[in-house]
């Protein structure tokens, strides 16, 4: 099913947003970290001024491990709409796990 979504332009049209990052956020959830990675990555072609993807694209960096990457993302999110609270928070929480000593 991924496979054929991915191939599909206008499966990543405005109209079905909302369900894209739906599925894209489960398979985060579900562990599937590579394929929604791929999948947001694949939604901002076709839509590269939706900070909600940038944010769902950032979680999958987060669960990953990949902190800096997640900040970066997230400010593109915030560069888009500066007053995306939840991704400010995101940042700021990254940015101390990042400056946390390590164990």
Known sequence: VL???????????TEYRQKLNTFGINLRKQGF??????FFSRALEMQKEDENIYF?????????????????I?????????????AVQFIRYCERKMN????
């Open 33 to 38: 970290l590579d394929e929604s990675l791929e």
């Open 100 to 103: 946390q000593p390590s164990a």
């Open 74 to 86: 997230l400010g593109e999110a915030t560069a888009i709409n500066p007053a995306f609270n939840e």
């Open 3 to 13: 496979s054929v979504l991915m191939g599909l332009d206008e499966a990543f049209a």
């Open 56 to 72: 769902n694209l950032a979680r999958v960096h987060f669960d990953k491990g990949e902190l800096e990457k997640c900040v970066q």
